[in-house]
Nanobody, 119 residues
Framework: QVLLVESGGGSVQAGESLRLSCAASGYTYGSYSMAWFRQAPGKEREGVAAMSGAGTIMYAASVKGRFTISKDNTVLYLQMNALKPEDTAMYYC???????????????WGQGTQVTVSS
């Protein structure tokens, strides 16, 4: 069974940084594509950053240059710098056996971790 557990969320001021982590288990980690999504109240879930098993990386335009996706061993990270109030959302980790980029059709999802950015 695939299990994804996010951590690292919190409340910060605009301009500060956070690093989210997603601990993964239950599948061949290295071969899977993984991604970070976020959902703010009243809005649709949106893809933030994605990484394929081969290392292809994709970012949403709204976070490019501020957020960095990376992984090691069985942990996926999202380094978030220069945070803005509009980055406030629940952040989810997702995994899938084939590359989906920022499409929300991932098969496996974590429970989410809340990020709140105040001005």
């Amino acid at each position: 069974q695939v299990l994804l557990v996010e951590s690292g969320g919190g409340s910060v001021q605009a301009g500060e940084s956070l690093r989210l982590s997603c601990a993964a288990s239950g599948y061949t980690y290295g071969s899977y594509s993984m991604a970070w999504f976020r959902q703010a109240p009243g809005k649709e879930r949106e893809g933030v950053a994605a990484m394929s098993g081969a290392g292809t990386i994709m970012y949403a335009a709204s976070v490019k240059g501020r957020f960095t996706i990376s992984k090691d061993n069985t942990v996926l990270y999202l380094q978030m710098n220069a945070l803005k109030p509009e980055d406030t959302a629940m952040y989810y980790c997702a995994a899938n056996s084939i590359w989906l980029g920022l499409s929300p059709r991932y098969s496996y999802w974590g429970q989410g971790t809340q990020v709140t950015v105040s001005s």
